[in-house]
């Protein structure tokens, strides 16, 4: 039985300011775009891997949750606390300077990690942390 990722979610606050960020600037494609309820859902996925979509979701996808659980949720969105994603790349140092260079908020510049990956990081424009890491030879 073989099992494999096929959906990630990544809360965002504002979808149209999101989404010129993973399209434009990151280069994915969008596969979706869905309003329910008041809320909206946008996926995406890398053209490399079409059987992976990464879903930029409202901070809080329930239409039943409360007042005060959509309030910490959005704080914690604001704060950077929430995960985002970790995208392999072939070329770290090329990665970083295209992303820098369409002013992408940069939280770390690419640096050689104890557990064999050189990566950095960026902050996307709901705050959460996206990681580039590229795996070292030997």
Known sequence: MDINLSQCF????????ALPFYRDVLGLEVRADVGF????????GSPAQPDVDIVLEPPVANPNA???DR?????LLAKGLLRGVIFRTDDCDATFERIRAAGGEVLQEPIDQPYGVRDCAFRDPSGNMIRFHQPRTR
């Open 37 to 44: 309820e008041g809320m909206r859902w946008v996926t995406l």
């Open 71 to 75: 309030e910490a949720m959005t704080d």
């Open 66 to 68: 409360s007042s005060a």
């Open 10 to 17: 990544i809360a965002v606050d504002d979808h149209d300011t």
